[in-house]
């Protein structure tokens, strides 16, 4: 794992302030988007058949596409995650290769009921990419117009953006 530079650290600050807030889940200015693989918000009788699926086919295309728009985000642009450490101290650091990401975020193991394990820091786009449950993750973000290619990304895997 190698460490981040001084320089980093900055321009993560400058980008995406109160970073550590919103890994914890605390209040922040943080708009977000949802990215699934439904086309739609699941209805109370759709949520129970379609969520936790036995079919190994529907799993795997779902695991397909998720780990499609993992890929591509890796291949558009740097990327991190985080860690903490001794004392509860929060540690930055860079994804290098598609392995680490592949690893990381475990994609081939990802079912309905997976919560939230990681998440993907995108200085470059000042957003966050989160694993949530049932299938849909967040794109938590602070500039709209640098949101686009996540977007185009997300439709290029197969998944779709849902908004509240």
């Known amino acids: 794992m190698k460490k981040i530079t001084k320089n980093q650290i900055t321009d993560l600050k400058i980008k995406l302030p109160s970073l550590q807030k919103l890994i914890k889940k605390e209040d922040t200015d943080y708009q977000m988007i ?25 799993i795997a295309e779902r695991r397909e596409k998720l780990q499609k728009f993992i890929v591509g ?4 642009t740097p990327i991190f995650t985080w860690k903490t450490k001794r004392n509860n101290r929060f540690f930055l650091y ?12 475990e994609i081939q193991n990802q079912h309905g ?15 966050v990419y989160s694993e949530e449950w049932d299938w849909t993750n967040i794109i938590w973000f602070r500039d709209r117009e640098k949101l686009q290619p996540l977007i185009e990304l997300a439709e290029k895997s197969g998944l779709y953006i849902l908004k509240k």
């Open 73 to 76: 985000l890796f291949n558009m």
């Open 113 to 127: 009921e997976t919560g939230h394990r990681y998440d993907i820091i995108l200085p470059e786009l000042k957003a």
């Open 94 to 105: 860079p994804l290098e290769t598609e392995k680490q990401i592949l690893n990381k975020c």
């Open 34 to 58: 949802f990215v699934s693989v439904f086309d739609h918000w699941l209805t109370q009788n759709e949520f129970e058949p379609d969520i936790h699926t036995e079919d190994p086919k529907e």
